[in-house]
């Protein structure tokens, strides 16, 4: 059996670097005044809506931190999806995990290669998430939505060829509430140098998209 290298793309893949600058925001408000004329008591106003009322802005967040990125995916399906992988994972180094995780199975079983990485990441808001679940899938174009797949879901399928070599990689963006749930599925065949079909791929990302999301919403209820 022969030994081929492998590309330059995949190379690259096997040890990625994920951060993510999340940057806060503070809420203001300015203390309420009252009449210092006692004779103009009678005819005071009352106070006004926004100093009576409590902020409209506060922000109440469902997920609150990231939970365990390799206890994500079930044991079995990473068999299925990774052959030949340590089903534990491995877990990124991240620069605030409390916003942030990311875990990743790789293997070379034979002459095909597989790639599966699964991140959470929080939002300060149920908009925010939104906004960057949008930017993401404009990115991303040329995918589809994945119906019932958390509060809005999305898939595509890229194929890429570098030195004669295939590669083809699924991207599943899932967004629930303030957290975003994004899977990264690829393979490559070393021998013939074709990629897996896209059903595969795709099928593969949405399966373990659909269980980082199960595991996201049973952390929060744990």
Do not use: H
Request: overall charge neutral.
């Amino acid at each position: 059996m022969r030994s081929l290298p492998l590309p330059l793309a995949l190379t690259a893949r096997i040890s990625p670097v994920a951060v993510l600058a999340c940057a806060g925001w503070a809420l203001t408000s300015g203390p309420l005044t009252s009449a210092q004329n006692t004779d103009a008591a009678t005819t005071q106003k009352p106070p006004s809506r926004s100093q009576s009322a409590p902020s409209s802005t506060a922000v109440s967040k469902t997920y609150a931190s990231a939970p365990a990125p390799c206890a994500g995916v079930a044991a079995k399906t990473v068999a299925s999806l990774v052959p030949g992988a340590k089903t534990e994972g491995k877990e990124i180094p991240s620069t605030d995990t409390t916003l942030r995780r990311t875990c990743s199975w790789n293997a070379l079983k034979g002459y095909d290669y597989r790639w599966l990485d699964v991140s959470f990441e929080l939002m300060d808001s149920d908009e925010a998430a939104q906004a960057s679940y949008k930017e993401r899938v404009g990115d991303k174009s040329g995918g589809g939505a994945v119906p019932g797949l958390g509060d809005e879901g999305y898939s595509v399928v890229n194929l890429a060829t570098e030195d004669k070599q295939q590669t083809r990689e699924g991207t599943v963006f899932a967004r629930v509430a303030n957290a975003l749930v994004v899977v990264t599925y690829n393979g490559s065949d070393f021998e013939t140098q074709k990629a897996p079909g896209t059903d595969e791929i795709n099928k593969g990302a949405i399966k373990a998209a659909k269980e980082a999301v199960a595991a996201l919403r049973a952390g929060a209820k744990s």
